[in-house]
């Protein structure tokens, strides 16, 4: 069942590009709940969350052994689900795009559907199709429908992934013909000779990993999410960089793992110094949408940091982390690009703080300060929930890692509360009169800034789903737990 | 072996020189008979091709000479379906001065591309090698109005005939040491081992010419001024049909004529043969095509640099050698060539409207005409290798080869090469799609007035639309093609 998420995404994507641009968006808010209801019912009636499953199974190219297969176990159903949840609000989130909404919706479904496909596919080319097919959908949506330096951001991210997707495709290849097949299930039964490993493992990891923000190949992601458009920033930091992550879970670490165990301490060293540095560069950013990118680096550090650690637990919160984190800079990111700056046209902090928006737009204060606790780790919320039980796992195999990583966490409250404090309840507001227009504005806008404009129904229905979801995670993380954990047990690289 | 039995077997090369006169006189007897003189050569294809269906499955005639079988009968009518396209093309270009003759030679070559396809036999390839270059050599230098074309043909033609110079000093020398000119023949000749000074000689002469046809680096130089300058159709004609059959051939010559003297181009472990010359091109191709690609701002002159780079993509199927190898080179070179076809068509119909090929005239194409911006969207982004196109599968196929041939990963360099190629590559699609795409109306554009939108007859939107969901579809169901040239390969 899970696998119509793909083909409703698909299908939607193309009826949108053919339709009158007055339906676009309804097709697209369609298509993204059909999809998002597809993988909630699949998600609660999974029976055995274990195995990697197979859903559909049929020979594609049979001369080279490719075959159009799908599966899913706990992991892919968890991160399918936030696929889901995420397009839904990012839908809802854009439904103010009037500048060709059709190409718009078409390209954001492209990513959405490429990215159930990466969680679903059990064949390593199809796989990589779908990882491909996202690589240029993001262009397009950056570089058209984007703002300040969108062309050079657009075209940063797109050789950056295309990069990691390059080492990816080589490290394929080689373990297609070293192994003789492209099945995931038979791969990871596979013993791939250790000098293989060696060199094939860090290649692999190392081009998914960019994807997912490691240090120091991040700075895609920062410049990306502030060039992207609002729904643009959503799929980058809540789903697009979960593939990376996700892939190299899936395929680098399980087909590889003694090359796994030779490298993973450098993982976890370049994950811990992304969850430091990057907190400590948001700690010095101007533009709202600046800081919440390079949040995201450092909570993808965190995943990372899991992944090293090889156990249970670290894995499992891995990918919690990678949920948690889906929610909150989609969450994070709807307020700063949506509901901010397209009333207030600016993003820089210092002239947020004179304008009083705590008063203005109430409903996007309380979001954000939501998003916000969540992001900082405040118990309740998905982001404590998924940081502790990494960090319960990394205290097992590398406990010098947790205690840096606690400086870390300390600088990511500082650097949330410095950018919430800012923008919502900034202290040079004297109270009376909303002060329009005396900011410094982005000369790329050419109409008035307005923001006393009510928060849309839109907008509302988007951020309680997020919400909705953070706070469900945070206080019953079991829900996600219970699937997640025996899939990471079914692992060949965990450490007995 | 009568005349009658010869005429059947070579039915389809008789068609298309039977159109070719007549259209021809057709050319000749009235002044404006353009239209004409495209449909009689475009019936006069699909005749052909029709011809090849006919044909018996295995049939060698002359010592090889003329073979049939399921390889060439296959590249036979791709070559042909590729000259279609080209008829097609040719009928919109705003050259209608002396369309008989042009179509003519246009067929002329085609007949020198079936000659190639389809002949196992050294003196019969190099007829078929000058049949087509010469008559591509007048297609390129065809547009008499202008200075560039001219440039393009005297460039095609002084590089051309230099390289076959080489190719027949190359290939007499393997006659002198063999004594026979069938490829079959001359494999069973040649002895495994140390390669002699004078076959070395030989091979590389042959290989020089080869690399001149497929626009391999360092013998390339002709290819962006040819491309840019050669009136449209002979343009796509030259970058796609004789590529392909040039890929053939050379697959067939190194493969069975030279195959015992492969020698190795593994890392560390070459060995003297054809495979590390090859290597070379190959590396050389890659780096120097993607690199210059960059700073092109023509995309005539750009599609011309990426050729090179793609030579040196396609030609890691025949290092890899073997079956396997031969079939990705096939495929790869199939796919490019169609999708050439097809970027061609857009750009000749850009050029139409706006009277030039540069980014420039490219920019907010997309507001102008929505379905040439699709379409081309679709070529350069199956030429970058993205999935799901047919690009995309090709090099997983190329690449994948390469990797298997030899012991230990051998050809891990190359593939490594070719990866950072795309890489690079990526780059320049993606800046014409950005034109195409992003760029506003207002920046950039020639004329200020505001941009109409541009209006395409029907069997040029056909033909695009066919070449582009073609491309999408083979990118989807690969297995199509490739089981079809695996069964075809001996």
């Not at chain 1, 996202?134 to 397009?140: D, E, G, L, N, W």
Request: charged share 10%; with cysteine; proline share 4%.
């Amino acid at each position: 069942m899970i696998a119509w998420t793909i083909y409703i995404t698909f299908a939607g994507a193309f009826g949108v590009l053919f339709m009158p641009r007055f339906f676009a968006r309804w097709i697209a808010l369609a298509t993204a709940l059909a999809g998002f209801a597809t993988s909630l019912l699949a998600f609660f009636n999974a029976h055995d969350a274990r195995t990697f499953a197979t859903i559909v199974r049929v020979p594609w190219v049979p001369a080279l052994g490719m075959e159009y297969h799908l599966a899913a176990d706990g992991i892919s159903l968890t991160l399918a689900l936030v696929t889901g949840l995420t397009a839904v609000s990012a839908v809802l989130f854009s439904w103010d795009v009037e500048h060709r909404p059709n190409e718009f919706f078409f390209w954001l479904l492209l990513v959405i559907g490429g990215s159930y496909g990466v969680f679903l596919s059990a064949d390593l080319f199809l796989l990589f199709v779908f990882y491909e097919l996202v690589i240029v959908p993001k262009y397009f949506l950056i570089a058209i429908w984007g703002s300040t330096n969108k062309e050079y951001g657009a075209m940063k991210l797109t050789l950056y992934s295309f990069l990691g997707g390059a080492l990816v495709f080589l490290a394929i290849v080689a373990a297609y013909v070293t192994a003789g097949s492209l099945d995931l299930h038979q791969l990871s039964q596979y013993k791939f000779p250790p000098q293989f490993q060696s060199w094939a493992f860090p290649v692999m990891f190392l081009g998914f990993a960019i994807l997912a923000g490691i240090w120091p190949l991040h700075t895609w992601a920062p410049t990306g999410h502030v060039a992207a458009p609002t729904a643009g920033s959503m799929l980058l930091a809540g789903i697009v960089m979960k593939l990376g992550a996700y892939a190299a879970l899936r395929v680098s670490m399980n087909l590889f793992p003694d090359g796994f165990q030779m490298w993973s301490k450098w993982i976890a060293v370049l994950g811990v110094i992304g969850i430091v540095y990057a907190a400590a560069v948001a700690l010095r950013q101007s533009d709202l949408k600046f800081v919440i990118g390079y949040s995201s680096v450092s909570h993808m550090g965190f995943v990372l940091l899991g992944l090293a650690t090889a156990n249970v637990l670290g894995v499992g919160g891995a990918v919690l982390q990678m949920f948690s984190h889906g929610v909150i800079a989609a969450l994070l990111f709807a307020v700063a690009g949506r509901m901010i700056y397209r009333r207030t046209h600016t993003r820089d902090l210092d002239a947020l703080s004179e304008m009083g928006l705590g008063h203005a737009l109430p409903f996007a204060a309380f979001s954000f300060v939501v998003a916000s606790a969540a992001s900082m780790g405040i118990p309740g919320f998905s982001g404590f929930a998924a940081e502790i039980t990494i960090l319960l796992g990394a205290w097992k195999a590398y406990p010098l890692a947790v205690l840096v990583t606690g400086a870390g966490m300390v600088l990511v409250a500082a650097f949330t509360l410095r950018a919430l404090k800012k923008t919502f309840f900034g202290e040079r507001y004297r109270g009376g009169h909303i002060q329009q227009g005396r900011a410094p504005v982005d000369s790329d806008w050419n109409e008035q800034t307005n923001i006393t404009a009510q928060i849309t129904v839109a907008e509302k229905l988007g951020a309680s789903l997020l919400i909705f979801a953070t706070l469900a995670v945070g206080l019953y993380p079991k829900l996600l737990l219970d699937r997640i954990l025996p899939a990471v047990e079914a692992m060949r690289f965990l450490k007995p | 072996m009568n005349y009658l039995e010869l005429l059947k077997l070579a039915s389809p090369e008789v068609a298309v020189v039977v159109t070719a006169l007549a259209v021809l006189a057709l050319g000749l007897a009235s002044a404006r008979g353009a239209g004409i003189c495209s449909a009689v050569a475009a019936a006069g294809i699909l005749f052909a091709a029709a011809a090849v269906l006919l044909l018996p499955e295995q049939a060698t005639l002359f010592h090889g000479m003329l073979v049939i079988a399921p390889l060439t009968s296959l590249f036979k009518i791709i070559c042909l379906v590729l000259a279609f396209f080209t008829v097609i093309l040719a009928r919109g270009d705003n050259t209608p001065r002396h369309r008989g003759e042009y179509l003519a030679l246009l067929l002329l070559a085609t007949i020198g591309l079936m000659l190639l396809v389809g002949s196992e036999e050294l003196l019969m390839i190099f007829i078929g090698l000058e049949l087509t270059g010469l008559s591509l050599y007048v297609m390129a230098g065809f547009d008499k109005t202008d200075p560039r074309s001219a440039e393009a043909g005297l460039k095609y033609f002084l590089f051309g005939s230099t390289a076959s110079a080489f190719t027949l000093f190359g290939l007499s020398l393997v006659y002198g040491m063999c004594g026979t000119t069938g490829l079959a023949a001359i494999g069973q000749k040649l002895t495994a081992g140390p390669v002699q000074p004078l076959l070395a000689a030989g091979m590389v002469m042959t290989l020089v010419g080869f690399a001149f046809k497929i626009a391999a680096a360092p013998f390339h130089l002709w290819a962006p001024d040819t491309y840019q300058g050669a009136p449209i159709p002979s343009a796509a004609f030259i970058a796609s049909g004789s590529k392909v059959a040039s890929f053939v051939v050379l697959g067939k010559i190194v493969l069975v004529g030279f195959g015992p003297a492969h020698g190795s181009a593994a890392w560390h472990a070459m060995i003297a043969g054809w495979a590390p010359v090859l290597a070379a091109l190959a590396a050389l191709s890659i780096v120097i095509g993607n690199l210059v690609a960059l700073a092109q701002s023509n995309v005539r002159r750009l599609l011309a640099y990426s050729a090179v780079a793609h030579a040196g993509y396609t030609l890691l199927g025949l290092i890899a050698g073997g079956r396997e190898g031969f079939a990705a080179t096939l495929f790869y070179t199939t796919i490019y060539a169609f999708t050439l076809v097809g970027a061609f068509s857009v750009v000749a119909l850009v050029r139409r409207e706006t009277g030039g090929d540069d980014f420039k005239n490219f920019s907010a194409l997309w507001s102008r005409s929505p379905l040439l911006s699709g379409c081309m969207a679709i070529f350069i982004l199956s030429l970058a290798g993205l999935p799901p196109l047919a690009g995309f599968f090709g090099k997983f196929y190329l690449f994948s080869v390469a990797m298997r041939a030899g012991t230990n990963h051998g050809l891990l360099w190359l593939v490594a090469l070719a990866l950072l190629g795309s890489f690079i590559s990526l780059y320049y699609y993606i800046a014409v799609l950005k034109a195409i795409f992003v760029d506003d109306p207002e920046t950039g554009t020639l004329n200020p007035e505001p941009l109409s939108s541009i209006n395409l007859d029907f069997l040029q939107r056909m033909s695009l639309i066919v070449l582009a969901v073609g491309i999408l579809f083979l990118g989807l169901m690969p297995t199509i093609l490739v089981a079809r040239i695996v069964a075809s390969l001996p």
